[in-house]
């Protein structure tokens, strides 16, 4: 069994979270929106942290690009500081009883309820409703079940279940406590519902081109996201020309000013300075010189997540045995979870 499950007595407040392989670099939304989060809460929570593969698959996809965005996804959260002693890091395809807890999930769900989904909506608008798959159209399910799997033991305490995670999620974590809640009813006490943690200040990073839209790896133009994995050239070259209103004052302001609104967020949230004393800092100093600290500022925050990635990609054998490593720990989990959710739903055990 695992150190980290080992150590982490009943009642010990439980994170999990998950990000699709889809793109060659996780971006700056992703980063500061949900991972930073991650390697915070390894300290404080029993983590699970999932490369959800799975989810991958949902839109078309080239086989040899999802082997390769695995690895490179599974290295980065390590180069970000995923610690793989203190969390459990693993690859969702690695642990089959996410889609068997999927199946039973979609069984309890309404068809109209799983209509209301507005990721589906957007999704599947993009390619015409009729072209895209079933599996997008049920991809929430699977991602409560990821989620539920890894539900929290009962303790003395109230057991607290955290999951970090940027706005766009906040819908599917809403499903997901119906369902959990649906299940407990109909069945009797077995999930604990999940609570979404969503950074106040960071929740939405916005296109660096388009600053109203979400900054997306399947929307965002190359010149409207920031990858971590960027070379230093051009990431500052797209900080400087990130778009701007006409005027010249460094301002939060939402309404009139997005493109700088979402700067200063950003700035805000890697340098930890509070925005009005950054507003104080470039007040008459104009947009050239605040974006150019900025561009430094993720710099210095992405050139060592980089080499750090690199460095871990080039021995893909450790690479690999970290992740068999965590997907024992997640499948110990998620098997004891899975044994008892066949149990409540009235499935007969093969008797071994
Ligand atoms: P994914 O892979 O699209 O994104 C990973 C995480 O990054 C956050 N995020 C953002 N946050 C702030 N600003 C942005 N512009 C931005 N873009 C992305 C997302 O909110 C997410 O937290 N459905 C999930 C993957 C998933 C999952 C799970 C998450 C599958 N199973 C279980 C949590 C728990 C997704 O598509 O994330």
């Not at 790896?217 to 797209?238: H, N, T």
């Not at 068999?324 to 007969?348: L, Q, Y």
């Amino acid at each position: 069994m695992s150190q980290a499950t080992e150590t982490a007595a009943a009642g010990t407040p439980r994170v999990l979270s998950g990000i699709q392989p889809t793109a060659d670099s996780f971006h700056l939304g992703n980063y500061l929106g949900a991972l930073r989060q991650w390697v915070a809460l390894q300290d404080t929570h029993d983590a699970f942290y999932c490369v959800v593969d799975l989810h991958a698959i949902t839109v078309e996809h080239d086989p040899a690009a999802l082997r390769r965005r695995t690895r490179v996804s599974a290295a980065q959260l390590l180069a970000m500081g995923v610690d793989p002693e203190r969390s459990t890091l693993f690859v969702q395809s690695h642990v089959p009883e996410h889609a068997e807890l999927a199946w039973v999930l979609s069984c309890i769900t309404g068809f109209g309820e799983a209509s209301r989904m507005t990721q589906f909506k957007d999704k599947s608008a993009k390619q015409g409703a009729s072209a895209a798959s079933v599996g997008l159209f049920t991809y929430p399910i699977l991602q409560a079940a990821d989620i539920l799997l890894y539900t929290p033991e009962p303790g003395e305490n109230a057991p607290v279940f955290h999951v970090p995670v940027g706005e766009d999620q906040r819908q599917h974590l809403e499903l997901t406590r119906d369902l959990a809640q649906r299940f407990n009813h109909r069945f009797g006490d077995t999930f604990v519902a999940p609570d979404a943690f969503i950074p106040a200040a960071a929740a939405k990073i916005t296109d660096l081109q388009e600053p109203t839209a979400k900054m997306s790896k399947s929307a965002s133009s190359p010149q409207g996201i920031i990858d971590v994995l960027e070379e230093p050239g051009p990431m500052r070259k797209k900080i400087m020309r990130a778009v701007t209103d006409t005027g010249t004052e460094v301002r939060y302001d939402e309404q009139n000013k997005a493109g700088v609104t979402n700067l200063l967020r950003v700035f805000s949230a890697l340098e930890g300075t509070p925005i009005p004393d950054l507003e104080t800092r470039y007040a008459g100093s104009g947009y050239g010189q605040f974006k150019k600290d900025l561009a430094q500022v993720v710099l210095d925050t992405f050139t060592p997540v980089r080499e750090r990635t690199e460095k871990l990609l080039g021995d893909e054998r450790h690479l690999d045995a970290i992740l068999r490593h965590g997907a024992e720990r997640a499948g110990a989990v998620a098997a004891r979870t899975m044994e008892i959710v066949r149990d409540r739903v009235g499935f007969v055990g093969r008797g071994d």
